[in-house]
């Protein structure tokens, strides 16, 4: 993954980027680039990452009791860049392509079948100058092989290059709700799920305990060399963080498709309005109920729907993971928490599992071979996600009998679910559906591990 980040500009992005160095044992970070966006126009500071990154160093030779893969402080040091040093698209051109926009090109000119992640937390024209670049220097055909390298995941439009990005180049992979770079509707984006519950009054349903200064103090802030360097938030806690909290190997996969929901939300696929084709967005058709809102249980035990929902349902797990690593950074193997390994129907791994059943049949799910790191007991829960999947897809109704418990029976009742509205359609031949297991340990705190199975459900003959 390579970060574009408008970090200096308030404490957000800082927040973000220590969370993420806690996890650069499993994301490959190719880049760190200091950017601008329309908070902070004609500045970069990729001095604060680099600050950021000798603490992580400090932290790094207690990390490694806990798990292998972590960079050493001076590779990641030598992959921070500096960006476009002006404000959006007029600070590119051809003459123009910066450290950083260069640097996007070498990671995707690599020979490696990886897609790369291009999280966007400030603003893009660092990318829009990658691109710019590429497209006047190489043919037709090497450009599109480029750019089907790329993957990228923006946190709205904080400049505007977002939009010129894909008004130009379509076939373009591309995560965002459309916005004017002012964020005046930053309001209704899902990435404010993350902890948007007291400055955007947004989350209703969501437990906000989760995300106060004080709880970041106790967790965050009170632990080892990175802790210390977890500013206060003035707004909302770690805003960019959801552009990569769906690549965190945890067993959900959300980045395999972003209708399949995940840490870092979940979105379909659609053409907003004022865009020239589809994108990964937000939105939906009301009629047919295919929207990116989530429909959850909050804490208070009513039902919410709304497209914040789709992170802050998965909050107590990705806040719990956060403060478990920072553990990591000060406590030896056996004084922290570690996630349950989990096995499902002989499976091993955290890759989704894909299974199929006719309508009236049952199948099986059996996590009783799971394991604890920690030697502790683990609670179970499958639960069918709904809402995820829709893209392209009827989405089937199931039922899921023992679903507290390490085997759960799934009994294919419909290829579709009961339409709001009953227009006399029927089912098509085929649907899906999502499961989802969670198993938590009891550690402190709590730790939950994830299986994804999806279910294509056909009819019966």
Same mark, same amino acid.
């Given at each position: 993954?390579?970060?574009?980040?408008?970090?200096?500009?308030?404490?957000?992005?800082?927040?973000?980027?220590?969370?993420?160095?806690?996890?650069?044992?499993?994301?490959?970070?190719?880049?760190?680039?200091?950017?601008?966006?329309?908070?902070? !126009?004609?500045?970069?500071?990729?001095?604060?990452?680099? &600050?950021?990154?000798?603490?992580?160093?400090?932290?790094?030779?207690?990390?490694?009791?806990?798990?292998?893969?972590?960079?050493?402080?001076?590779?990641?040091?030598?992959?921070?860049?500096?960006?476009?040093?002006?404000?959006?698209?007029?600070?590119?051109?051809?003459?123009?392509?910066?450290?950083?926009?260069?640097?996007?090109?070498?990671?995707?000119?690599?020979?490696?079948?990886?897609?790369?992640?291009?999280?966007?937390?400030?603003?893009?024209?660092?990318?829009?100058?990658?691109?710019?670049?590429?497209?006047?220097?190489?043919?037709?055909?090497?450009?599109?092989?480029?750019?089907? &390298?790329?993957?990228?995941?923006?946190?709205?439009?904080?400049?505007?290059?977002?939009?010129?990005?894909?008004?130009? %180049?379509?076939?373009? %992979?591309?995560?965002?709700?459309?916005?004017?770079?002012?964020?005046?509707?930053?309001?209704?984006?899902?990435?404010?799920?993350?902890?948007?519950?007291?400055?955007?009054?947004?989350?209703?349903?969501?437990?906000?305990?989760?995300?106060?200064?004080?709880?970041?103090?106790?967790?965050?802030?009170?632990?080892?060399?990175?802790?210390?360097?977890?500013?206060?938030?003035?707004?909302?806690?770690?805003?960019?963080?959801?552009?990569?909290?769906?690549?965190?190997?945890?067993?959900?996969?959300?980045?395999?498709?972003?209708?399949?929901?995940?840490?870092?939300?979940?979105?379909?696929?659609?053409?907003?309005?004022?865009?020239?084709?589809?994108?990964?967005?937000?939105?939906?058709?009301?009629?047919?109920?295919?929207?990116?809102?989530?429909?959850?249980?909050?804490?208070?035990?009513?039902?919410?729907?709304?497209?914040?929902?789709?992170?802050?349902?998965?909050?107590?797990?990705?806040?719990?993971?956060?403060?478990?690593?920072?553990?990591?950074?000060?406590?030896?193997?056996?004084?922290?928490?570690?996630?349950?390994?989990?096995?499902?129907?002989?499976?091993?791994?955290?890759?989704?599992? %894909?299974?199929?059943? &006719?309508?009236?049949?049952?199948?099986?799910?059996?996590?009783?071979?799971?394991?604890?790191?920690?030697?502790?007991?683990?609670?179970?829960?499958? %639960?069918?996600? &709904?809402?995820?999947?829709?893209?392209?897809?009827?989405?089937?109704?199931?039922?899921?009998?023992?679903?507290?418990?390490?085997?759960?029976?799934?009994?294919?009742?419909?290829?579709?679910?009961?339409?709001?509205?009953?227009?006399? !359609?029927?089912?098509?031949?085929?649907?899906?559906?999502?499961?989802?297991?969670?198993?938590?340990?009891?550690?402190?705190?709590?730790?939950?591990?994830?299986?994804?199975?999806?279910?294509?459900?056909?009819?019966?003959?």
């Amino acid at each position: 993954m390579i970060v574009i980040s408008d970090i200096g500009n308030e404490p957000d992005d800082q927040m973000s980027l220590t969370r993420l160095l806690l996890y650069s044992n499993e994301l490959e970070i190719e880049a760190l680039i200091a950017a601008t966006s329309t908070w902070q !126009k004609n500045i970069v500071h990729p001095e604060t990452m680099r &600050k950021l990154i000798a603490a992580y160093g400090q932290a790094r030779p207690n990390l490694l009791r806990h798990a292998q893969g972590w960079p050493t402080a001076e590779e990641l040091n030598n992959r921070v860049y500096s960006g476009q040093p002006g404000y959006g698209m007029a600070a590119t051109g051809l003459d123009k392509t910066s450290e950083g926009a260069q640097a996007i090109i070498q990671a995707a000119d690599r020979d490696d079948e990886r897609p790369v992640w291009i999280t966007v937390w400030g603003g893009a024209n660092t990318l829009a100058q990658a691109l710019m670049h590429v497209r006047a220097t190489r043919s037709a055909a090497e450009a599109d092989r480029f750019i089907a &390298k790329l993957r990228v995941s923006s946190i709205s439009d904080q400049d505007d290059a977002g939009p010129w990005i894909r008004r130009e %180049f379509p076939n373009l %992979f591309y995560i965002v709700q459309p916005s004017t770079a002012t964020g005046g509707e930053y309001y209704y984006a899902t990435w404010t799920g993350i902890s948007g519950d007291f400055y955007y009054r947004n989350c209703a349903g969501a437990d906000s305990s989760l995300v106060t200064n004080e709880w970041l103090e106790k967790n965050i802030r009170s632990k080892g060399p990175l802790g210390k360097l977890y500013p206060r938030f003035l707004f909302i806690m770690e805003g960019d963080t959801p552009s990569y909290l769906g690549l965190i190997d945890n067993g959900l996969d959300a980045y395999a498709r972003p209708d399949w929901g995940g840490w870092g939300g979940r979105y379909i696929y659609r053409q907003p309005y004022g865009e020239t084709h589809p994108i990964w967005t937000q939105g939906g058709d009301l009629f047919s109920r295919v929207t990116s809102q989530d429909e959850v249980t909050g804490a208070d035990g009513r039902r919410y729907i709304s497209d914040q929902a789709t992170i802050w349902r998965w909050r107590e797990a990705y806040q719990n993971d956060f403060a478990a690593r920072m553990d990591w950074t000060v406590n030896d193997y056996e004084h922290a928490n570690h996630r349950p390994v989990l096995e499902v129907n002989g499976t091993g791994g955290t890759g989704p599992i %894909f299974l199929d059943v &006719k309508v009236g049949e049952a199948l099986t799910l059996d996590a009783s071979a799971s394991h604890d790191p920690d030697g502790q007991a683990i609670h179970y829960r499958w %639960f069918h996600y &709904k809402e995820a999947g829709s893209t392209d897809a009827s989405l089937a109704e199931i039922a899921i009998s023992g679903g507290e418990t390490a085997r759960a029976v799934v009994t294919a009742m419909a290829t579709c679910r009961a339409a709001w509205l009953d227009l006399g !359609k029927g089912c098509p031949s085929e649907g899906i559906a999502h499961i989802i297991l969670a198993a938590t340990d009891e550690g402190s705190p709590r730790l939950t591990s994830y299986r994804r199975v999806v279910l294509t459900v056909h009819q019966s003959r």
